[in-house]
């Protein structure tokens, strides 16, 4: 999901100048997808934007809330899978917004 949202506003290109934004670029970032030697199928390093690569189901939202509570003026996106929306991790997660606003 996030790999798509950079292509469709520009950022991928960018980075990735042969990924070009049209039906060509389109093709080429398509046959790359989760491909030996292409980009993963999950957000990783290389992917602009990404600030972390888990690896390990159930700590995407922990993370996000983590840099939010060291800048608390940080606007943060965070993409939970559906892998790991049913692990107890981010079940706990859901919970850290008490200590943002604990009113």
Partial sequence: AVVSQVYLEG????Y????TEDLEGM???FKQ???P???PSHVAPETPGSMHEGGELGYSLS???GAVLDKPDLIVAC????GEAETGPLATSWH???FLDPQ
């Fill in 11 to 14: 950022t991928y290109t960018d």
């Fill in 16 to 19: 990735y100048p042969t990924i």
């Fill in 27 to 29: 093709g080429k970032l």
């Fill in 33 to 35: 997808f989760s491909f």
């Fill in 37 to 39: 030697g292409g980009i």
């Fill in 63 to 65: 993370h996000a809330f």
């Fill in 79 to 82: 993409v939970v899978g559906d």
């Fill in 96 to 98: 850290s917004n008490k």
